[in-house]
């Protein structure tokens, strides 16, 4: 069974950045389009990054031009750079293959707040 665990959240003020990453067990990267999602207290989860086998990219508006989301198939790991982080940008972020066919991880914490 494929296992997601994501790290790299943590505190930061408004204005600041973070660098999250997935690591999966099993070469499941290459084969799956992949996506970074995030759940605020009270939301649904959203889809904010994905990206395909080949590298094509696309963004959700509200973070579109602050992230980038990137992949390293040999490493299994995808990553999510999130730049002029925002309050709003508060949640638990987790990986997914795009759509979420996987079992959730635990996901990483990102709180933005001065």
């Known amino acids: 069974q494929v296992q997601l665990v994501e790290s790299g959240g943590g505190l930061v003020q408004p204005g600041g950045s973070l660098r999250l990453s997935c690591a999966a067990s099993?070469?499941?990267?290459?084969?799956?389009?992949m996506g970074w999602y995030r759940q605020a207290p009270g939301k649904q989860r959203e889809l904010v990054a994905g990206i395909t086998t080949s590298g094509s990219t696309n963004y959700a508006d509200s973070v579109k031009g602050r992230f980038a989301i990137s992949r390293d198939n040999a490493k299994n790991t995808v990553y999510l750079q999130m730049n002029s982080l925002k309050p709003e940008d508060t949640a638990v972020y987790y990986c997914n293959t795009n759509p979420g066919i996987l079992s959730w991880g635990q996901g990483t914490q990102v709180t933005v707040s001065s």
């Open positions: 099993g070469s499941i990267f290459k084969i799956y389009p």
